[in-house]
């Protein structure tokens, strides 16, 4: 047994005692005492000036959440140890998840010293990787606006704390909702990629602008949640809770142009439940009622989760999957800017009959260079979880798969793409392959040889291209952050199963600004 199946099989062991938990056999009290013992911890660690910036509060909560729903409900009691257990084992579940993922993804190189301390290590260079880190946060929005003083002596007057059913007054809310509607705007805006247009249907009555309004709405009341308990003796443990009508009717009264009945269409697809993550899914069911964590709602989000709403059903989601399809436009746009460039879009590809049997999704040519760029695009939803993470990383693989044989096809004549007639001829054109994402970059390598991957977000960062040639130099040889200086690896320690230790690799993105248009010092 190899040292990466020896901690495979550790990892499936530990799952295994996950699931004989005994919190899985206790009633439906169960959600809400998980819940209020993660919050419990992160107010004490909070109090004392602790912080895990490695493990997000918003990722715990997320674990326990996706557990409660994925085992029966039980009859038994709820005991405070069993509580407390199951919190370990999803901070625990942080660590291993993670890298249960990776390796699957055979991202990272395994070996064990000392009989029990395994040592994983990244597999490939991991440049590509720290270059979305940088572009993430650099997709910040400058000068949000700060609380009113309304909002703040609101705040300041209240006295609740623990756990707490409210609902501020409307001129408050209203005010708050003034800026969540513009934060909402400024982290949509900010992304190189269209974000999609308020007017996109989502079906059952519910647009991406009716929904935005009422993540605004929801991302109001958080703040103002987590003001009131700033001050409060259980600090950070803030938990909204009420009953679906209630939260219904609100919502109609406080966002603008919203009837009940999409009011409730929208709490319904929010709503956390089997298989649903809860990035996207912010209102969670809780023994009859609904609670609402702040800690959970992302203005930046606001494209990925209205439209993972409405993709957990299929026959729904056609329509807004085509829609999805022709924002990939982008690319063609952004291409007929470099000067000397012609650019075609969803080239037929035909056989020997003239059957089409397939189409080259952006094809650019510099004639007087003879030189060609042929993109697979795809434009999937952006990854707000780990597992849609390794999915986007799937696509591309695929793609690539995909491009490649399309590629051997042209090459042994099987096939042809019809290109404009005033355009040289295919052979006469030296060509680069290559599949475009909208923000996803991944430092796997590619199964076909001498094909790239690149973003949206990646190109649009890369400052003025004077010619079609610079434009692929740049994406065979990307620019990436610099090890030691961007960023380093560390690493750290993770106990196993009592007796074995895992001694893990990880990125560290530095303060130092970096940028793909920046020159090399």
């Not at 107010?43 to 493990?55: C, M, N």
């Not at 409900?73 to 942080?94: F, H, K, L, Q, W």
């Not at 009940?260 to 298989?275: E, F, H, I, S």
């Not at 291409?335 to 037929?348: F, Q, T, Y």
Request: aromatic share 6%; with cysteine; charged share 25%.
């Amino acid at each position: 047994m190899t040292p990466e199946e020896e901690l495979k099989g550790l990892i499936s062991d530990w799952r295994e005692q996950v699931e004989r938990l005994p919190i899985w056999s206790v009633g439906e009290e169960r959600l809400h005492a998980l819940i209020h013992r993660a919050l419990s911890i992160k107010a004490s660690t909070a109090q004392a000036g602790v912080t895990f910036p490695d493990l997000p509060w918003d990722t715990l909560i997320e674990f326990l959440i996706s557990w409660h729903f994925r085992y029966p409900i039980g009859s038994g009691p709820c005991y405070e140890e069993d509580v407390e257990n199951a919190v370990r084992s999803a901070m625990m579940a942080m660590r291993l998840e993670p890298l249960a993922a990776a390796l699957r993804a055979r991202a990272y190189k395994v070996s064990k010293t000392g009989g029990t301390t395994f040592r994983v290590a990244f597999r490939w260079d991991m440049g590509l990787e720290v270059a979305d880190m940088h572009l993430e946060r650099q997709a910040t929005p400058a000068n949000l606006e700060e609380p009113t003083e309304k909002e703040i002596d609101w705040a300041s007057r209240q006295s609740r704390n623990r756990l707490n059913p409210f609902f501020p007054p409307d001129d408050v809310i209203g005010v708050t909702m003034k800026r969540t509607r513009e934060a909402v705007r400024a982290w949509r805006a900010i992304h190189q990629d269209p974000p999609l247009s308020d007017d996109t249907d989502l079906g059952e009555g519910l647009n991406v602008g009716i929904m935005a309004e009422v993540l605004a709405a929801l991302m109001a009341m958080a703040d103002l949640g987590e003001m009131a308990h700033s001050t409060a003796r259980s600090r950070g443990t803030t938990l909204g809770h009420s009953t679906e009508e209630a939260v219904v009717e609100w919502l109609a009264r406080v966002c603008e142009n919203l009837p009940q009945r999409v009011a409730l269409t929208a709490t319904r697809r929010l709503m956390a439940g089997p298989g649903k993550s809860l990035r996207t899914s912010l209102l969670i069911p809780n023994s009859g009622l609904v609670t609402i964590l702040p800690l959970v709602m992302f203005p930046r989000a606001i494209d990925a989760i209205v439209l993972r709403t409405a993709a957990s059903d299929p026959a729904r989601y056609g329509p807004i999957g085509k829609r999805q399809g022709e924002r990939a436009k982008v690319w063609g746009n952004w291409l007929r800017n470099i000067s000397g460039v012609k650019v075609a879009e969803g080239a037929k590809v035909r056989n020997s009959t003239g059957r089409t049997t397939g189409d080259l999704d952006v094809v650019a040519v510099d004639p007087t260079s003879r030189k060609g760029l042929i993109l697979e695009i795809k434009w999937p939803i952006d990854a707000l979880t780990l597992a849609e993470t390794a999915k986007a990383d799937q696509i591309i693989m695929l793609a690539s798969e995909q491009l490649g044989k399309v590629r051997s096809s042209l090459a042994t004549g099987d096939v042809q793409a019809k290109l404009p007639p005033d355009w040289p001829a295919f052979d006469e054109i030296d060509w680069a392959w290559g599949v475009g994402m909208p923000q996803h970059l991944t430092s796997q390598p590619l199964p076909e040889p001498e094909m790239f991957a690149t973003s949206f977000r990646y190109v649009s960062r890369l400052g003025p291209i004077s010619s079609l040639p610079e434009l692929i130099s740049a994406l065979k040889n990307p620019a990436v952050p610099e090890l030691n200086k961007h960023y380093k690896i560390g690493s750290f320690a993770i106990p196993l199963q009592q007796r074995y230790s895992v001694r893990m690799e990880r990125l560290e993105v530095t303060e130092v600004d970096w940028s793909p248009a920046m020159p090399a010092s």
